[in-house]
């Protein structure tokens, strides 16, 4: 079994961005992988959480194994699941991933409340960048608390949402902490 825990603490003021490599499901894995935040006074994060499921392009399906995902803001946000290789249900239908092998979440959580026009600019900007892929048909973008918007998409393979999830990155960076998005190292 493989198993990644980050715990990411920010202090009052603080700014982080979260941006690791996607995390790729190999056929016949066992993994978990979690990420937990707490933010103090003032502080926020950006933050995004990409799978790819199996090896598209070796023709490695993801047939087998599980991997469980998790973000978590302590009394705010959960999101949790499991993903089973042979779970034909989950992976296949139209209810659960469609076909589809690659996930993205996209996170911007403050420790405060975001006041309603920034909260709807980083929506309108969100859905802006979905409205120039062809990716609006499994993506939206939606604030289920006051203090965080999230953009989720799935997609056939990794690269699209990659893409996409820089390209929304820069936009909420530039509303929300009036910065230039310089690429991610990686």
Known sequence: DASQDAQLVL????RLEWLPME??????CRATNR??????PGASS???DLLA????????????GAIEQQLHWSGVWL???RIAGDDRALLDSPLGLGGQRALLTL????CEAWPMAVRDALLDAAR??????????????TAPESRLVLLRALAPRIEPLFALAIEVRAAWRRIAWQLDAPAPRV
Do not use: K, M, N, S
């Open 46 to 48: 950006l933050g995004w």
């Open 128 to 141: 802006a960048q979905l409205a120039a892929h062809v990716l609006t048909a499994t993506a939206g973008a």
């Open 35 to 40: 990420v937990r935040f707490e933010l103090a």
């Open 79 to 81: 999101e949790r699941g």
């Open 107 to 110: 996170w911007f959580a403050a």
């Open 53 to 64: 499921l199996g090896l598209p392009a070796a023709d490695a399906a993801f047939d087998r």
């Open 23 to 28: 995390t790729i499901a190999y056929p016949g």
């Open 11 to 14: 202090a009052a003021d603080a």
